[in-house]
């Protein structure tokens, strides 16, 4: 991974240097275990690469080019997903060629910047309105640029999708019939299943999203109309999407990372998802002691996302984080041990959104900061 971090850092705000131990390291920072982190990536290219299926690693996850580009080099990812037109913008910037906007892009301005973008990095886009179709078609003929669409099914998650079948059919025979545009296949992401605890109760959600999308496959057959990616899955069912023969393009992107919630989610033997773990942390101190069975340390909302939960601390069963408030969290320390400028681990509630609260991944191997990568694409959120 060194050619990946042996990078000159330029900025302001950074938490640690090349060289230095953990316990050096500036609180509250973001902190990566890098062997954690390479051992989740190489175990998904493994099962992914058994199962005959593609990775299209979700960049939302991570918002950032350096381990975007690591998914590519060494986890075998054939390209990446991204949310926003901004944040494609600077993944292609950063070198990645191959990007899916697993969104719909409708707004005039952003349509034109995606359009552009096209011209430097295959670009493909989420499509679930008749009306998008004729607007990306206009913008592509503006800037001779070709964008690739995937039409969006709502197979279940009731966010955005067109209705499987007939109108799915309709909208891609609309895309091919345009100028500048490409029908490449469906994007049928059950997100609402990712964080179903019972292995049972989401195996019947993917089941059925898995049957929707082979009928609206087997509807665009039938008008002529073959799917080159058939797209969805993440961290929380990829082996449902992997397994069914239909889908073909995998995106995950929690695996590298893990957070608490997804740790909540079950496998088949009743235990929570064993294949990857933490590699994600928010690195805190204790900051006060005035009470003798609680302490407070300096990890609050302005570091840590809180929509799936509290924090969890790492290795430690004997301490429990219990409220959260902007600038501090409040630790549960029933045998008293916590002391000022101790340091712990937090595992996060949910890695996505607390990444895109910090400007730098800090990266450990042996105790050590080995790298330090910028979260490229925080904020970059239109």
């Known amino acids: 991974m060194n050619d990946l971090c042996d990078k000159p850092i330029v900025g302001l705000n950074i938490p640690a240097a090349v060289g ?5 390291v500036c609180t509250p920072a973001l902190i990566v275990d890098l062997d954690a982190f390479e051992s989740n990536v190489a175990t998904l290219r493994s099962r992914l690469q058994s199962a005959g299926v593609r990775l299209r690693a979700h ?3 991570h918002k950032s080019v350096d381990i975007a580009r690591y998914q590519i080099e060494q986890g075998g990812a054939c390209g990446i997903c991204c949310q926003k037109v901004a944040e494609a ?4 910037a950063g070198g990645i060629g191959d990007v899916l906007v697993s969104n719909q892009v409708t707004d005039p301005g952003k349509i034109d910047r995606l359009a ?3 011209l430097k990095a295959r670009l493909l886009v989420c499509v679930d309105d008749p009306a998008n179709v004729e607007a990306l078609a206009a913008a592509a003929g503006r800037h001779g640029a070709t ?3 995937l039409v969006e099914i709502d197979c279940g998650a009731r966010r955005c999708g067109v209705e499987p079948g007939a ?3 309709a909208i891609a025979d609309k895309i091919a019939a345009s100028g500048g545009l490409e029908f490449a ?3 049928a992401y059950q997100g609402a299943a990712q964080h179903i605890r019972s292995f049972d109760e989401r195996r019947t959600a993917l089941d059925s999203a898995i049957r929707q999308t082979r009928d609206t496959i087997d509807q665009l057959a039938g008008a002529g109309l073959s799917c080159d990616i058939v797209a969805g899955a993440g961290t929380g069912s990829y082996y449902f999407e992997a397994g069914s023969g239909i889908y073909n393009e995998m995106q995950c992107g929690s695996y590298i990372f893990m957070d608490a919630d997804y740790q909540r989610v ?3 033997n009743g235990a929570g998802i064993s294949e990857f773990s933490n590699s994600l942390f928010v690195w805190t101190s204790i900051m006060s002691k005035t009470r003798e069975l609680e302490a407070v340390c300096d990890a609050g909302l302005k570091v840590l996302s809180a929509d799936s939960g509290l924090p969890v601390v790492y290795g430690r069963d004997d301490i429990e984080y219990t409220s959260i408030s902007d600038e501090h969290g409040v630790l549960a320390d029933p045998h008293n041990r916590l002391r000022l400028n101790d340091k712990l681990k937090l595992i996060p509630g949910h890695c996505d959104p607390t990444c895109n609260l910090h400007d730098w991944y800090v990266g450990i191997r042996n105790d050590r900061v080995e790298c330090l990568w910028p979260v490229s694409a925080r904020g970059m959120a239109f």
């Open 20 to 24: 230095m131990t953990l316990a050096e």
């Open 59 to 61: 960049s939302k996850t």
């Open 89 to 92: 913008e600077v993944m292609v």
């Open 116 to 118: 552009r973008l096209a």
């Open 147 to 149: 964008l690739e669409c």
């Open 167 to 169: 109108a799915a059919v």
């Open 185 to 187: 296949g469906l994007q």
């Open 266 to 268: 079950l496998d088949q």
